[in-house]
């Protein structure tokens, strides 16, 4: 029942606020403009950018109602979540503005963001060997180090795939899904809560922005379920006690990730600066086959979902 509850009022918030948020985004005319020079920009009519705001609130509502973590670790959820969503809100105003946000203060204040998870004790902190069955506890230096970089690399690669109507939504959503089933599978409630509060959330998000979309949630939106989806494998799946369900949470985000490293790797062979936008990612390449947008969202939900099952069965392997 209190999953069912956390999901019920993250969608309802979410499904009642966007709306309010689309007419407040019109009035202060924060909107993504269309730009016919832009090959990343395939809308044509202005799009309000304010729903990472009721994303957030929906999250924030539902875990604060149904989570059971402790004061500490829940205002450090909150806090870091708040930040990532603040520094995305002024880039989201930037590019309203036809400006660029500097990339290094974004980085700094979501690893800032991070690091207030791994003081809370949420992060990776060893595996088990799996030929003797000994837990293997990292040194704290590395436990800090891959803690960072998991989060800030996920919350990256989110926001990098919201590039096409629907599309970051989805795939966070899926993601979310297959999170929860890992959750309980193992019998952990909390991330249980934080999964089923984001599914929520990006349920009723895609309501408004499945194409042609209403409403957009921006860096902001992006940058945070990518930042809570981190939290919730670090919380949850980074927990296992075998090597091979290491590979959980990255299959679970496979699309995101494994697209967003080849495009890394190609703009670094191009010497490009890896946070230049440009028109790389595989849904605008799929685009440029041929496919139309329907069908490119399709292609790649088709093959979140078939990652997201394959994690799944890692999960239940007795290995």
């Known amino acids: ?73 829940m205002t450090a959820v909150m806090a870091g979540s708040l930040l990532v969503l603040g520094i995305g809100l002024i880039d989201d105003w930037y590019k309203v503005s036809r400006r660029e946000f500097p990339a290094l203060p974004k980085m700094i204040v979501q690893l800032a963001a ?31 180090v891959l803690t960072l970089l998991w989060i800030f690399g996920v919350t990256t690669v989110i926001n990098f795939s919201d590039g096409m109507d629907g599309l970051a939504g989805s795939l966070a959503t899926i993601s979310a899904v297959t999170l929860f089933i890992v959750a309980m599978t193992q019998g952990q409630g909390g991330s249980a809560v934080m999964a089923i509060s984001l599914v929520g959330v990006g349920l009723a998000y895609l309501r408004y922005n499945k194409p042609p979309a209403k409403v957009y949630m921006g860096d902001s939106g992006a940058t945070f379920l990518g930042f809570v989806l981190a939290i919730i494998a670090l919380d ?4 296992q006690a075998t090597l091979l369900s290491l590979f959980v949470p990255i299959l679970a985000l496979g699309v995101p990730i494994f697209d967003n490293i080849f495009v890394v790797i ?28 329907q069908q490119v969202l399709l292609v790649l939900c088709l093959i979140s979902a078939c990652l997201s099952l394959s994690s799944i069965i890692l999960v239940l392997l007795p290995v």
């Open 236 to 239: 949850g799946a980074f927990k």
């Open 266 to 293: 190609k703009r670094m062979i191009n010497g490009k600066p890896i946070y230049e936008a440009d028109a790389t990612q595989i849904h605008y390449r799929l685009l440029s086959s041929g496919l139309n947008q």
């Open 114 to 144: 991070a690091l207030i998870i791994y003081m809370a004790g949420i992060r990776f902190s060893g595996f088990s060997n799996p030929f003797n069955d000994q837990y293997i506890l990292l040194p704290d230096w590395l436990q800090l």
């Open 1 to 73: 029942m209190p999953y069912i509850a956390a999901f019920v009022v993250s969608f309802v918030f979410v499904l009642i606020t966007i709306p309010l948020l689309r007419k407040w985004a019109i009035r202060l005319d924060f909107v993504d403009k269309p730009r016919p020079d832009s090959e990343r920009k395939l809308h044509r009519e202005p799009v309000p950018l304010m729903a990472g705001i009721a994303l957030f609130g929906g999250f924030a509502i539902s875990y604060i109602l149904f989570m059971d973590a402790g004061l500490w670790k």
